[in-house]
């Protein structure tokens, strides 16, 4: 059976060192530490490369950005090796008998839970001055209560270490835990992967590393086993903030309401990760045990509103084996969208500023951040703006890959053509847009690709209240008249005959943009009951449903919108994006004939409109799928942007 000793650590690297240096007397040997820090601390990183411990050391960060302990512990479930799984903390000093006494009563069905001794500031000192005698240090605790005691040690009963095979070891199985803690328990991978990890909706200290943990094994059928006195540990002195559990304690009690003892937030996202309608049915998550070699370290950043796009980058890199990290305007996380990718990538939501100095502060944050992680490509999801161009300029040495959306205004300003030359790779999203790139700059051919961002996680239940109609046609986006024709659309319907069986989805926010001027018209019309609308935003849960239950999407492109040159040549609608990702033949304006794929597309005119909506069949012909939209053929094509050159 092969053993994962877990050691949570924050920033305290020299009683890290006192542990590491008492783990060498441990009497059982054949075990990987595994050093899961919820944060990335450079003197942690530091000391870690250059210490030497017979044991090997996996040494995992995730960016610092408040108490993510419970994530971080299931980032080191996921990438330890280990069948059996021992927890300890950073600043607990191990019995040498420790592991032996956990290895010895585990058992498929039982939780091992012990507890500490909590020393003072001279017995601590003794620790960590001489650790070196860790075998006298043990029997000296032991044999000095009173003055232990007056040094502030607290629990000092259990310091007592019981040889269960001696006369005496009947004690502790009069012992009982009737609870977890997080700095002394052990279980079975099978265990905690039953109940999917730590719960990471707890982002407080206390009560959601080791209390949760304890009623959701019992309701998953498991049993607690005291190693009190068999497993001792020594905690060492340090002062402490006592924090407020009050809030954790309602969130345990609403979740134990609902007996939800499988968090949804776990180890991973419930129903999985990733089906991707594009061209492939299934995006292979790794297998909890296996050890992937990262391809490089990249860092993916987005300041703008282009959050859609995120998802099949992701999953084409992690994929691939890179290590990934995300950067993002805090107001553009959507855990509907991206939360299936929580504990897959290191993560740091930025709050949005307008002030200059904030902004500036920003920018040499995020260079630290690259230096601190060992950042070895950056990725700008909106190539498009100022803020990058600074980025750029302030990594020179990291090799940059940029995602071009509105290919006219690169020429148009001076600055984003100046970002163009400070990148290593260019993409646009889609095969027209790329040919209209490189006939504008065909001197940046060789760095360009396009790829398609068409693969999401829709593995999920109906959760819309969506009226059931016989043809239901989505028009998704923004209700945005430079971008759309809805004016349009709607004299056309109210000229022509009462189309009963149909049914328009209009996927954006009614109350922001163009939305209260539109639906005023629709109701003027008396064309209400021939639209679906919400009046607030709709979550990405109910936008994946609607879409997934449609019958053809609508981009809603004529030649009446403002912007009819840049969506037939410099910039893809995301509508047809969407088409493309759910397997929707797409309804459009004849003008778009050339950058549609024409297989999957009815093209309508201004004069036969009502006419094309009255052939609409309910279900329509079988979908072909371009060979092009493979997953594999466009991650390579994607992935190609990270070799330098």
């Not at 990987?32 to 942690?44: L, N």
């Not at 302990?69 to 980032?75: E, G, R, T």
């Not at 759910?582 to 297989?599: D, G, V």
């Not at 309910?618 to 994607?638: L, S």
Request: with cysteine.
């Amino acid at each position: 059976m092969k053993v994962s000793l877990i050691i949570s650590v924050y920033k305290n690297v020299a009683d890290l060192h006192t542990v590491l240096e008492g783990l060498r007397f441990q009497s059982y040997k054949d075990f990987e530490i595994v050093i899961s820090e919820d944060g990335a601390f450079d003197g942690m990183k530091s000391f870690i490369q250059q210490y030497a411990h017979p044991n090997p050391i996996l040494h995992l960060t995730q960016p610092d950005v408040g108490w993510r302990k419970n994530q971080a512990l299931n980032n080191a479930i996921r990438k330890c090796s280990g069948d059996y799984l021992i927890f300890i903390d950073g600043d607990c000093v191990l019995h040498h008998k420790f592991i032996e006494n956990h290895l010895r009563y585990a058992q498929p069905g039982r939780i091992i839970a012990g507890k500490r001794i909590k020393l003072g500031e001279r017995y601590s000192g003794l620790f960590r001055s001489n650790i070196e005698n860790l075998l006298s240090l043990e029997r000296q605790v032991q044999r000095e209560g009173r003055e232990v005691r007056k040094d502030g040690g607290k629990f000092y009963e259990e310091a007592f270490y019981i040889d269960p095979d001696s006369w005496l070891g009947i004690i502790p199985k009069l012992r009982g835990m009737y609870q977890l803690k997080g700095c002394n328990m052990s279980f079975h991978r099978e265990a905690i992967e039953k109940i999917n990890g730590f719960d990471e909706d707890y982002i407080l200290p206390a009560i959601g590393e080791d209390i949760d943990l304890t009623w959701r094994f019992q309701e998953a059928g498991y049993t607690l086993f005291s190693v009190r006195n068999l497993a001792v540990q020594y905690h060492l002195y340090h002062r402490e903030n006592w924090t407020d559990q009050s809030e954790n304690q309602r969130l345990m009690e609403a979740k134990q309401a609902q007996k939800k003892f499988i968090c949804d937030n776990g180890l991973y996202k419930r129903n999985g990760v990733a089906q991707c309608n594009a061209a492939v049915s299934h995006i292979p998550v790794p297998n909890s045990s296996s050890q992937n070699v990262s391809a490089g370290k990249v860092l993916l950043i987005e300041f703008k509103y282009h959050q859609e796009i995120i998802p099949s980058q992701l999953l084409m890199l992690l994929e691939g084996g890179h290590e990934v990290h995300l950067i993002m305007e805090k107001k553009l996380w959507d855990e509907q969208l991206l939360g299936t990718f929580r504990s897959r990538v290191s993560m740091a939501l930025i709050p949005h500023t307008q002030l200059i100095i904030q902004k500036i502060a920003m920018l040499f944050r995020i260079r630290r951040y690259v230096r601190e992680h060992g950042i070895e490509h950056l990725v700008f999801n909106t190539l498009d703006s100022n803020f990058n161009y600074f980025l750029l300029l302030l990594n020179p040495g990291v090799h940059a890959v940029g995602i071009v959306h509105q290919i006219h205004r690169f020429i148009k300003k001076r600055i984003h053509r100046k970002s163009l030359e400070l990148v290593s790779g260019i993409a646009t999203l889609s095969t027209y847009t790329l040919r209209y790139f490189q006939d504008h700059f065909e001197h940046y051919r060789q760095k360009s690709i396009c790829f398609y961002p068409i693969y999401f996680d829709t593995d999920r239940n109906l959760s819309a209240n969506v009226p059931d109609t016989d043809i239901r046609i989505v028009i998704p986006g923004q209700l945005d008249l430079k971008k759309r024709d809805y004016f349009q659309l709607l004299a056309a319907l109210e000229k022509g005959p009462n189309l009963k069986s149909v049914k328009f989805f209009l996927l954006g926010n009614i109350q922001h943009n163009d939305g209260p001027a539109i639906l005023q018209s629709i109701k003027a019309k008396g064309l209400g009951n021939l639209f679906y609308w919400r009046d607030e935003f709709i979550p990405y849960n109910e936008f994946f449903d609607i879409l997934r239950s449609s019958d053809y999407v609508m981009p809603l492109l004529s030649r009446g919108i403002d912007n009819q040159d840049h969506y037939r040549q410099s910039q893809i609608s995301a509508s047809f994006n969407w088409a493309y990702a759910f397997q929707k033949k797409m309804l459009i304006h004849e003008a778009f004939r050339s950058i549609a794929e024409t297989n999957n597309a009815i093209f309508y005119s201004d004069e036969d409109f009502i006419q094309t909506l009255q052939s609409l069949e309910k279900r329509p012909g079988a979908y072909h799928i371009p060979h092009h939209f493979e997953f594999k053929i466009q991650q390579r094509a994607y992935l190609s942007l990270f070799q330098r050159r």
